[in-house]
């Protein structure tokens, strides 16, 4: 892993070095804890700021056989980190092999190859470095060059930590987003009792009121955007009397039945999406995703335990009609579609490309390769599939979806795949070798598209 490491042309080399490489970075969606960022929180070992809550990692310890004391249980860290190493020497065509060593690399100056033998140093240079004043949240994230970072907030947070870091003297912006998952979840068993933390709520308009209010609240500190996590994108459509008598019936404590629950998320995510276009917010839409599919890992650890997994394709035809539910009153907000499903991405381009305008590049977005799909060849698949039917200059990048404070790694990796692909297609003689398209193409990529789209 050099300095042309993924970059298999000379094209590729200019591009990635003189351009990509040191563009400042926008993490447009993370899981990242506004409370960590502004108590600049001090990572006692490796482990704590390796392992400690990423799934990916535990996925691959459980994939190579390493027992689940030394993954999510009671070995000690030193244990944990020597197990971690073990399975990751071998785990050749996972993007975590090339992350992990491009974090080692960029934050520890540590330019070797991760295995057993190098296990005692790797844990003593880190742990070295870990204890000076420089190695905290904080300096992690200025280090990277990062200027926007948007965690990932419940409706119900107080976002206390947010106004903290706003009154701070910390460089970066660190922002909240709207994410309404509970408020949607009318089939979850803690749905009232999420509506009693939520705020006075008595009826279905009584929701909508209390979440536009605390919409108002997230934008008053900056917020740009929202996420939703969904199966998939619901259009069930009724008139609000149907959807209030479901929702009376909810908080009776009687469960909706499936076509019940289908009609109260459509009717919440259109009120959601007109809110969003009110506001000039961002609407992203996660979905293909299957939760929590080993029960038993999941009542021993509970949620993001490493046990989902990509879930079906998505139904275009409901996709196409929520957004042109929105689009036909003129309240479709700029909107970023994310399928877990790899396979959609074709199909999610050709419904994208017939929601675009308005005067906005890229109104419309397919989102960036996302969880099991950020790898190399979900990368490269996702670029082209948005070149092949739209218009890649427009894209907005990279994220990290992540909880590590080194993943900003992720983006150097993607920059790479992205500069290999224009690179390969310049040499190949499908696109000129012109310094000026190519700069503007790269830049807006990297760094320029996702600060005018979002608003920073």
Not at 288 to 295: C, F, H, K, L
Request: glycine share 6%; net charge negative; proline share 2%.
């Amino acid at each position: 892993m050099k300095n042309d490491f993924m970059l298999s042309t000379k094209t590729a080399q200019v591009l990635y070095h003189t351009i990509a490489a040191d563009l400042p970075m926008i993490d447009y969606h993370c899981h990242l804890s506004a409370k960590e960022i502004y108590e600049d929180r001090r990572f006692q070992n490796i482990t704590k700021l390796w392992l400690e809550g990423d799934h990916y990692k535990w996925r691959l310890m459980r994939s190579f056989g390493v027992e689940e004391k030394y993954i999510t249980g009671e070995a000690n860290d030193k244990e944990k980190f020597f197990k971690w190493v073990e399975a990751l020497e071998t785990a050749i065509g996972n993007p975590l092999y090339h992350w992990s060593h491009l974090e080692l690399q960029n934050y520890f100056g540590f330019d070797s190859i991760i295995c057993r033998e190098n296990s005692e140093s790797i844990w003593n240079l880190c742990s070295k470095k870990l204890a000076r004043e420089d190695f905290t949240a904080r300096n992690l994230i200025l280090r990277s060059g990062v200027e926007v970072i948007c965690t990932t907030d419940d409706p119900a947070d107080t976002l206390e930590w947010h106004k903290k870091l706003r009154e701070s003297d910390f460089a970066v912006k660190v922002l909240p987003s709207f994410r309404p998952d509970k408020a949607l979840g009318i089939e979850k068993a803690d749905f009232t009792a999420y509506l009693e933390k939520l705020g006075h709520i008595t009826s279905f308009a009584s929701l909508k009121e209390v979440l536009k209010a605390r919409l108002d609240y997230f934008v008053s500190l900056g917020c740009k955007v929202s996420d939703h996590g969904l199966a998939a994108v619901p259009f069930a459509p009724a008139e609000e009397a149907k959807i209030e008598a479901i929702f009376q019936k909810r908080l009776k404590g009687i469960l909706p039945t499936a076509p019940e629950e289908q009609k109260f998320k459509t009717a919440l995510l259109l009120f959601l999406g007109r809110e969003y276009a009110a506001r000039d917010m961002v609407m992203q839409l996660h979905f293909g995703v299957m939760r929590d599919i080993n029960t038993r890992v999941y009542e021993a650890l509970g949620a993001d335990a490493g046990i989902d997994a990509i879930g079906d394709a998505v139904s275009m035809k409901d996709l196409a009609a929520f957004l042109n539910a929105l689009e036909k009153t003129g309240e479709l907000p700029k909107t970023i579609l994310y399928s877990l499903n790899g396979n959609d991405n074709a199909a999610l381009m050709s419904v994208i490309g017939a929601f675009q305008g308005g005067g906005v590049k890229g109104k419309v977005q397919l989102g960036s390769a996302w969880w099991f799909q950020d790898h190399e060849s979900g990368m490269r698949a996702q670029l082209k599939a948005l070149a092949a039917q739209g218009h890649l200059a427009t894209f907005v990048g990279m994220l990290t979806d992540s909880r590590s404070f080194l993943s900003y790694a992720r983006h150097e990796y993607f920059r790479r795949i992205l500069c290999d692909v224009i690179g390969t297609w310049v040499e190949e003689g499908k696109y000129p070798d012109d310094e000026r398209l190519l700069n503007t193409i790269i830049r807006g990529i990297c760094y320029e598209n996702a600060k005018k789209y979002f608003g920073f």
